[in-house]
């Protein structure tokens, strides 16, 4: 909100002498900043009944009274099996509207809302925000072939075309997402979740067809095309709900199967909302449990609650990228250690892990470093220098390659992805590609299981040179998480990941600003070997071998905190002398 916002507020407030103002409750950082603004800007204006106080409001899913008794596991919370409140039933259309003459002042036009955008865009500009309008996978097909390089295409590559139909509910320009007004967007669930039934209504023929088209993975369409409507608050989770247990019932002489729904498309759009009420929930728990060393906040990317934290106040910008199977608390004891070394540090819990959301998407190592370039982009809002463990070393590579303006320098700690000489291919896959199979269904059934008996004994291993770090928090956040509503879409992915786009090829964009660490006792790979073909293959890269395993941030923080502040400062320092150059 703009000043002129905060002090047009008060104007209102003390023209129609109110006592409360109503806001949603919300859990983005950046939102309930602006509720704790607007509360200080209150207490300045005087009404008879003294200053107007905030009164924070929701649409409750669940009846639940008390967020502080709310069970950390989603398996403990279904057994408390709450139900779902029933959302209002208005005999009117149209509410009374308050019986009072005000100068609502003049409407902003369009080019009065976008100039106030462009305005507020983040300090890097708009070319920053044009990098958010091409997808990785699109970007990196152009390095290919500009390097001379070939693409190992899929044979499934392309998109099927729907035909276009007047007065469409699908309202961006690809047309594959609901919105309009709350009708519009009910009569699109209606023919949502009556796929089965075929209809020779045009518009639910639309429905039916965007549904295929957009059927990436099981259930995953209803995310796909109400999942917008749903975050901007067209609609309910608990109307969706309402919506579809009803039709449930119908389906059913009244009752409900205790062995599941009747159709895909309901057992799709009541996971969903229930799944995102589970995690609103954990993070509005958090939010007001937020007093321990680390502070955690969330943003919203693409309608999904991101965590993340952040600590420092001056320097240069540190992201942290953590591995499969961890959480922004990974890095615990590098946090502030760099902070205090005079940077400023991010650290982000990537989409399907942790206490982040995990929808029912295709995952794919694409997807998580759009996630990262838009976190840059959207939160950090400057060149960073970036950080990633295992996995999330691989998707700053990525993210380095495709995004090179984003990046001052990466630090690879024990990365996935292989050197691999003399490619003469680049293996890119499409969402097509990734298509879930019976053998990945059931893998991520067996595998779910296996990590939940041997947790401990797996994660001990990752730490050889101090096994007491494989401590009880990082156990019992790990299994935590493996209950959460998504987790078993999440592994899935683990059978179509692409992890053989060489690092050579990823790395040649940032040569002379790429930091390995290496703990060469990692039980997961071959730290000699790993070594030797990045000395040998990739030129300009500075490699740090120490005595640790999988996760050197965490087994010896204090040690990998020194290499990368000193890093850092040879990075900053040579930028310095190129700029004086300049």
């Known amino acids: 909100m703009r000043k002129t916002s905060f002090s047009n507020l008060q104007q209102r407030t003390e023209q129609v002498k109110a006592t409360c103002v109503f806001a949603e409750q919300e859990v983005e950082y950046e939102l309930r900043f602006i509720i704790d603004v607007v509360k200080q800007r209150l207490k300045s204006v005087s009404v008879p009944q003294g200053s107007p106080r905030i009164e924070l409001w929701r649409t409750p899913f669940y009846d639940i009274k008390d967020l502080e008794n709310l069970p950390a596991s989603y398996d403990e919370f279904k057994k408390l099996r709450l139900s779902v409140t029933t959302p209002l039933q208005l005999s009117v259309s149209k509410l009374p509207g308050a019986e009072i003459e005000l100068d609502w002042g003049v409407l902003p036009s369009y080019d009065d809302i976008k100039g106030f955008l462009t305005s507020n865009q983040q300090k890097s500009g708009e070319k920053w925000s044009l990098m958010k309008e091409t997808s990785a996978e699109t970007i990196l097909r152009r390095k290919v072939l500009k390097s001379g390089n070939n693409i190992e295409r899929s044979s499934r590559f392309g998109l099927t075309q729907s035909r276009e139909r007047n007065g469409s509910v699908f309202v961006t320009q690809k047309g594959n997402i609901v919105g309009g007004s709350t009708n519009n967007v009910l009569n699109a669930l209606a023919a949502y979740l009556r796929y089965l039934e075929g209809t020779a209504r045009d518009d639910w023929q639309e429905v039916h067809e965007k549904v295929r088209a957009s059927e990436s993975r099981n259930g995953a369409s209803f995310i796909g095309l109400f999942g917008p409507a749903l975050s901007l608050g067209i609609i309910s989770r608990r109307k969706v709900h309402y919506e579809a247990?009803?039709?449930?019932?119908?389906?059913?002489?009244?009752?409900?199967?205790?062995?599941?729904?009747?159709?895909?498309?309901?057992?799709?759009?009541?996971?969903?909302?229930?799944?995102?009420?589970?995690?609103?929930?954990?993070?509005?728990?958090?939010?007001?449990?937020?007093?321990?060393?680390?502070?955690?906040?969330?943003?919203?990317?693409?309608?999904?609650?991101?965590?993340?934290?952040?600590?420092?106040?001056?320097?240069?910008?540190?992201?942290?990228?953590?591995?499969?199977?961890?959480?922004?608390?990974?890095?615990?004891?590098?946090?502030?250690?760099?902070?205090?070394?005079?940077?400023?540090?991010?650290?982000?819990?990537?989409?399907?892990?942790?206490?982040?959301?995990?929808?029912?998407?295709?995952?794919?190592?694409?997807?998580?470093?759009?996630?990262l370039r838009d976190f840059i982009v959207d939160i950090v809002g400057e060149p960073v220098h970036l950080v990633g463990n295992s996995i999330g070393g691989y998707l700053v590579a990525i993210v380095a390659r495709v995004w090179s303006d984003l990046i001052k320098s990466i630090v690879l700690i024990n990365s996935a992805g292989n050197v691999i000489p003399r490619y003469s291919f680049i293996p890119l896959s499409t969402i097509q590609d990734r298509q879930t199979s019976g053998a990945s269904w059931l893998g991520s059934r067996i595998l779910v299981f296996y990590l939940r008996l041997r947790t401990q004994e797996l994660l001990k291993k990752c730490y050889p040179t101090r096994v007491e770090r494989a401590d009880d928090f990082l156990i019992s956040e790990m299994l935590r998480a493996s209950y959460d509503p998504g987790v078993l879409v999440v592994l899935e992915s683990i059978f179509s990941f692409n992890l053989s786009i060489p690092l050579n090829f990823l790395l040649e964009d940032v040569k002379e600003k790429v930091l390995i660490i290496q703990g060469m006792k990692d039980p997961i790979s071959d730290s000699n070997s790993k070594v030797a073909m990045l000395k040998e293959h990739c030129d300009g890269v500075m490699i740090k071998e120490l005595d640790a395993g999988h996760c050197p941030h965490d087994e010896v923080p204090e040690r990998v905190n020194t290499i990368i502040c000193e890093w850092i400062l040879g990075v900053e320092s040579n930028n310095i002398l190129a700029e004086c150059a300049v």
């Open 245 to 371: 247990i009803k039709y449930e019932k119908e389906r059913n002489a009244g009752f409900l199967s205790p062995f599941g729904y009747s159709a895909a498309t309901i057992a799709a759009a009541v996971d969903a909302v229930c799944s995102m009420e589970w995690y609103w929930l954990l993070a509005l728990k958090n939010q007001k449990n937020n007093h321990g060393i680390h502070s955690t906040r969330i943003w919203k990317w693409k309608g999904f609650l991101i965590q993340y934290s952040v600590a420092g106040e001056d320097g240069p910008a540190i992201l942290l990228v953590h591995g499969f199977g961890a959480f922004w608390e990974h890095y615990r004891d590098n946090i502030h250690g760099l902070a205090e070394s005079g940077n400023r540090v991010w650290a982000i819990t990537i989409l399907g892990f942790g206490k982040s959301e995990k929808p029912n998407v295709v995952y794919t190592e694409l997807l998580w470093a759009e996630l």
